[in-house]
């Protein structure tokens, strides 16, 4: 095989996963570019590749701030240049530096913190006419406000990615590694995270079950296989256990630390709400789509967390910190809210009305351990394993096992607020 082959490989693998491939495409191209495949398996690609998937359409990106900063550009002599895009990072670039031009402080927005005409004057504006001053001083606010919608949305698709595609964005964009075989198995896993389960039929479903047994199999075959990369996208018991202890606990925390994001979202949109935890309906004036969109990322995200704790025999992690399921805000007549819903979803309801808010349990202002949300489950007839409230997939956890020292220095590592918690409740 020539030299740049291997690396030509990989980028197109690699290009796959940017791209929202679906399943079938990632299954011709691994056939095409794995090498050393026996008949068996290039039928069972074959085979997949055939398949119809039902790829959900990617998060809209926010609309960016190009043309106020483009203005920006052209008022201020130290931001030309410096912001091309226009994301929430270049906006806080172009107001830190457009404020220094002007003697503007960070988060000022009232008109009476403008610099008068001798102020002006000693700060070396004098040539600046009151007009021209007034311009940019509203320039920098506006982009103020502007930065804010943008961390918010940009905060939005991070939870949305973490609910889908796991600590995928964490790895290396344009090469999440350097081994085809593993490179295989990212792509063709973060392509299935992509499919809708409800759309994407059974044998679909069943035939990329199968090509990710083949891929797991060539990667543990394989002396080069990146396990570490593998975990963020595909955190089974297979992958894990071949992860250091350190290594074992920087996954958790880092799935901790995905999961205190979203949580804050959630508490933002709490905030927005006159949500009564016993009635989830939507009031005039909530703001449900916010809480909404958390909330379905949350859910989502929180079996994935509670599935990567068990695959690390972390189940110990759940017995001290073991944040609930968030209810939904249904936009319903309050009168007829009780009577539409299920007895069963009325019920776990009312478990999530009796347990600590999420985003309190992971700042450790308020206990949440396994133990209560199993005895709040019993209280109101909801079995706690099989409506996932304490477990994610129970027959693929490993045993479970102590916390080590090296284990919760890598949870501190990225996640030092969970470590604390760990540490005090030992």
């Not at 190009?66 to 130290?78: D, I, P």
């Not at 920098?140 to 406000?145: H, K, M, Q, V």
């Not at 005895?375 to 956890?397: E, I, L, M, Q």
Request: aromatic share 6%.
């Amino acid at each position: 095989m020539p030299q740049n082959e291997p690396a030509a490989a990989l980028d197109r693998i690699s290009a796959s996963i940017r791209l929202r491939s679906d399943p079938a495409a990632v299954a011709r191209l691994v056939r095409e570019l794995l090498p050393g495949l026996s008949p068996a398996e290039a039928a069972r690609l074959e085979g997949a590749g055939r398949r119809t998937w039902a790829v959900a359409p990617a998060p809209a990106a926010p609309a960016g701030a190009g043309r106020q900063l483009a203005v920006a550009g052209a008022l201020f002599g130290s931001v030309g240049g410096t912001v091309p895009a226009g994301g929430a990072e270049q906006v806080a670039r172009a107001v830190r530096f457009g404020g220094r031009e002007i003697g503007r402080p960070p988060g000022a927005a009232d008109f009476r913190e403008r610099l008068n005409r001798e102020a002006r004057a000693a700060a070396g504006l004098g040539g600046l006419s009151k007009r021209q001053y007034n311009k940019r001083f509203r320039l920098l606010r506006r982009l103020e406000a502007k930065q804010e919608v943008l961390e918010l949305a940009e905060r939005e698709r991070r939870a949305a990615a973490l609910a889908e595609t796991g600590l995928l964005s964490l790895l290396d964009a344009a090469r999440p590694t350097g081994d085809l075989a593993t490179a295989c198995l990212i792509a063709f896993q973060a392509a299935r995270r992509h499919c809708d389960p409800d759309v994407t039929g059974w044998l679909s479903r069943r035939a990329g079950h199968r090509v990710t047994e083949l891929l797991l199999a060539r990667a543990a075959a394989s002396p080069g296989t990146d396990w570490w990369a593998l975990a963020h996208v595909h955190p089974v018991r297979e992958v894990v256990t071949r992860l250091t202890e350190h290594q074992r606990g920087l996954l958790a925390g880092r799935w901790s630390a995905g999961l205190r994001e979203t949580a804050a979202l959630l508490e933002r949109a709490h905030g927005r709400c006159s949500i009564e935890p016993t009635a989830m309906f939507a009031r005039p004036g909530d703001d449900a789509y916010a809480w909404n969109l958390a909330a379905r990322a949350w859910n989502a995200a929180r079996v994935q967390y509670l599935e990567v704790l068990e695959a690390l025999g972390a189940q110990e992690v759940l017995g001290r910190v073991c944040p609930g399921q968030v209810a939904w805000l249904d936009v319903i007549e309050p009168e007829s809210w009780r009577r539409w819903v299920s007895d069963r979803k009325f019920r776990e309801i009312e478990v999530w009305a009796g347990l600590p808010l999420p985003w309190q349990v992971l700042a450790g202002t308020e206990d949440c351990p396994a133990e209560l949300v199993e005895r709040v489950c019993r209280r109101h007839g909801v079995d706690p394993v099989r409506t996932g409230w304490t477990t994610g997939r129970a027959r693929w956890a490993a045993p479970a096992g102590r916390l080590t020292a090296a284990f919760v220095d890598g949870v501190a590592e990225a996640d030092p607020v969970l470590a604390r918690v760990l540490r005090a409740r030992a």
